[in-house]
């Protein structure tokens, strides 16, 4: 796990994110020091995932889903708070026109899956649940599927959340394969100047500033 953290005076924060074997975590934890004097604290985590697929086995367009499990917690003190976002979509990389397009269904970017939820107060939350997916492809034709998991607090907040595996999921119509370029998930491996390779990014932002409170005269 790739980990930025800060402590100062009291105020702090730790963010930490990683994305292994198709699973994506993002985890962030803040500090607000109490008595006297005045500051905050602030801190993001964002996991990636991205891979690419072929699927064969058919011809013109197709529909799949996948399922997966997102889990995680999230605190918050009396003037902090903690969220989450998770966004999944699927696209080809063609350049579809708005106005005039030569685009069909399967070239075209979908939004598969998108939450956010926040939590304030001196509150906690759990969540353990089941996600799914559908998508329109084209037999033979690449597309990629992109995960983007993240976490953020302020103020005392914490927030920590793992997603499952999407490629290792999929249903597929009867008779079709999957190909993947990454090859986590099938024994074939692509041809490299064909498929692109699997992509994973970490972002981290933190912050934490203290000021000591005038004093009166």
Do not use: H
């Amino acid at each position: 796990m790739v980990e930025l953290g800060l402590n100062r005076k009291g105020y702090g924060y730790r963010a930490g994110a990683r994305v292994e074997n198709g699973q994506a975590r993002a985890r962030v934890e803040t500090r607000l020091a109490t008595g006297n004097g005045y500051g905050s604290s602030s801190a993001s985590a964002t996991s990636s995932w991205s891979d690419w697929f072929v699927i064969s086995g058919g011809t013109g367009l197709g529909t799949a889903s996948f399922t997966s499990v997102l889990d995680g917690t999230m605190t918050s003190g009396k003037n902090g708070m903690a969220g989450y976002s998770l966004n999944i979509g699927y696209s080809t990389g063609a350049y579809c026109y708005s106005w005039y397009s030569t685009c069909g269904e399967a070239d075209q970017n979908q939004t598969l899956f998108s939450q956010t939820s926040s939590l304030s107060g001196k509150g906690k939350s759990m969540l353990l649940q089941d996600i799914e997916g559908e998508f329109t492809f084209a037999y033979d034709k690449p597309f990629q599927l992109t995960a983007m998991l993240n976490a953020n607090a302020t103020n005392g907040g914490m927030a920590d959340f793992n997603l499952g595996s999407l490629g290792n999921s999929m249903v597929l119509p009867n008779g079709a394969s999957l190909l993947s370029s990454s090859g986590l998930y099938v024994q074939a491996v692509p041809e490299a100047e064909t498929y692109a390779m699997m992509l994973a990014g970490l972002g981290l932002i933190g912050a934490a500033v203290a000021r000591r409170r005038a004093m009166p005269n």
